[in-house]
């Protein structure tokens, strides 16, 4: 009876030390997915080196790896703020595109933590979005809007950077305001509208009667061209009537007394 008593104590002594190889041979390697880095803690304490893509060794009991996702995330954030004319904007919704940076991914692990998004993303985000809408009017956010997206971008990346938190886009999704101003702005642009359309009847009817003007001045000149010309043929007409009537007149004979070239001109039906 002891015998097999001790062969089974054997045996099961022999199984807790295969299972303890095989649990030690599996905590001694590490795999890393795609787009991700490992992160290494040795009792507690972040290393300098990291873990890359693929299967890496650690030491079992010792070292513990974290995952770090470095692939480009996607957060979006929305929040009531005020514009530089203290006009209120109901949702100033915007999309920040990031991603962090592999080699420093054990910094942002040691200062932050895995949850750097509540801690450093959002915040950074919320005070970026009340700085710009700060230093523009209601108006200007509307019709600058590419400016303003700008802006949100170098004051989120400057705020994130440093972190080891790379900004690669940020887009603004939704702004907007109450509905006493919405309507106010409505209001403005009918006004503004009707302003520019009353502008355009004015410069119109200034070209029209320019356009007459110089139609008017144009017949009057033609007018006095003409009247030019009619009073030429008129005084034309006149002399050769009256050269008409003196050679009617002739006899066919030269006066015996000389008129002179006067005389003669008038007989000149040529001239």
């Known amino acids: 009876m002891e015998p097999e008593f001790k062969r089974a104590m054997k045996w099961i002594i022999a199984a807790f030390v295969a299972l303890f190889i095989i649990i030690t041979l599996c905590s001694s390697f590490k795999s890393i997915p795609t787009g991700f880095v490992g992160v290494k803690t040795r009792f507690g304490q972040v290393q300098s080196t990291m873990l890359n893509e693929g299967l890496n060794f650690k030491i079992p009991y010792i070292e513990k790896i974290t995952l770090m996702d470095c692939r480009t995330q996607k957060v979006e954030y929305s929040m009531e703020t005020s514009s530089k004319d203290l006009q209120k904007i109901s949702n100033f919704s915007i999309a920040v595109n990031y991603n962090i940076s592999k080699d420093t991914a054990n910094k ?59 900004v690669t886009s940020v887009n603004i999704l939704d702004l907007s305001f109450s509905k006493e101003f919405d309507e106010a702005i409505e209001k403005k642009q009918i006004v503004e509208q009707q302003t520019q359309q009353a502008k355009y009847e004015l ?61 003669n001109g008038l007989l000149n039906i040529n001239k």
Do not use: C
């Open 108 to 166: 942002l692990y040691r200062e932050v933590g895995v949850d750097y998004k509540a801690i450093i993303v959002e915040p950074a985000i919320k005070e970026a979005i009340k700085s710009v809408t700060a230093n523009y009017t209601a108006e200007e956010l509307i019709t600058k809007r590419n400016e303003v997206s700008a802006m949100a971008t170098e004051q989120i990346y400057n705020k994130l950077n440093d972190k080891g938190i790379s």
């Open 203 to 263: 410069e119109k009817a200034k070209v029209e009667n320019e356009k007459k003007i110089e139609n008017a001045k144009a017949e009057a000149e033609v007018m006095k061209q003409q009247n030019q010309e009619i009073t030429d043929k008129t005084l034309e007409l006149r002399r050769l009537e009256v050269q008409q009537k003196l050679i009617e007149k002739w006899n066919g004979q030269l006066p015996s007394t000389s008129l002179g070239n006067d005389f």
